[in-house]
């Protein structure tokens, strides 16, 4: 096995800070700078799994029969035992963001760009000037007038096979054991142009105020006022696990990614912790 791929499915909403902003945002998530789309770091999707099986304990990982852990994550120091961690994580791009539709309630949309990041020999449909997306065979997204309404936008959507296969593939990754799942997002999956795609990135996510209150007056604090960002509910991001070099003897890349990259977790990614942000699933996908 050479590589897997992980899926991140957001159960709150998800901030992964990018520092002060600049704009009206004071505190944005953190985007790709070519395509201004978010994305979460491979180091923070890697720091929390090792977290999550206790490599950051260093109790535990100096214990001898967690020898996997050292193998898979890394050791620190600077004796001549230390050596860099075998697994490697890429950062989850966004694969779909979840939108406000007159129709279904919300749609999971995603673009062209976004499916070939994924997947770059799929079947995709053809956009004309009169089609602006397309939708899947049993779509709750669009009603008689053909049109799919998201946020301000207003498209001319058509139903379409490729998006069916490309549903159907990306919830049974997403959802293997949950059936009624997999029909929920295939009912509200939608492709729509990159440009599009690219606009509702910057204007669909979530935005929130908040204030800090002085405890003597008990009214907001001069200058306690700020806007922060997060990718909403059900965003969902992709990205690659591979090994590298595994220092450890005994141990081989096929033991570290069953140990540590199969299955479904829950993590909490970012901040706000406390507030019950940040938490999503993460789904080991098969193998290479």
């Not at 919830?171 to 799942?181: G, M, P, R, Y």
Request: hydrophobic share 40%; charged share 25%.
């Amino acid at each position: 096995m050479n590589k897997i791929n992980y899926w991140i499915h957001a159960i709150t909403p998800l901030h992964v800070g990018a520092g002060r902003g600049l704009g009206y945002i004071d505190m944005p998530i953190v985007r790709e700078k070519v395509t201004n789309w978010p994305y979460i770091p491979g180091s923070s999707i890697k720091g929390v799994i090792a977290d999550y099986y206790g490599a950051s304990d260093e109790d535990i990982r100096s214990k001898e029969e967690h020898r996997d852990l050292k193998a898979a994550f890394g050791t620190t120091g600077t004796d001549d035992n230390c050596a860099a961690g075998a697994l490697v994580f890429t950062d989850a791009n966004i694969l779909c963001l979840p939108v406000r539709s007159f129709y279904g309630t919300f749609a999971w949309i995603t673009s062209p760009f976004c499916l070939r990041r994924v997947k770059p020999d799929l079947n995709l449909p053809d956009f004309s000037e009169n089609i602006c997306a397309f939708v899947t065979d049993n779509s709750k997204l669009i009603g008689r007038s053909k049109k799919l309404y998201l946020e301000d936008l207003d498209l001319t959507a058509q139903k379409n096979n490729e998006a069916s296969e490309i549903a159907n593939d990306i919830a049974s990754s997403l959802f293997s054991e949950n059936k009624e799942w997999q029909k929920i997002f295939t009912e509200r999956f939608a492709i729509i142009s990159d440009d599009f795609f690219t606009f509702l990135c910057e204007a669909g996510t979530e935005v929130n105020a908040h204030i800090r209150i002085n405890e003597k007056t008990g009214i907001v604090a001069e200058g306690a006022l700020w806007y922060e960002e997060a990718l909403p509910v059900e965003s969902i991001l992709t990205g690659q696990i591979w090994c590298d070099k595994v220092f450890v003897k005994g141990i081989t890349s096929q033991d570290l990614f069953e140990r540590f990259c199969s299955g479904t977790i829950t993590l909490q990614i970012g901040g706000k912790a406390s507030t019950g942000k940040g938490f999503v699933r993460c789904i080991f996908g098969a193998g290479d």
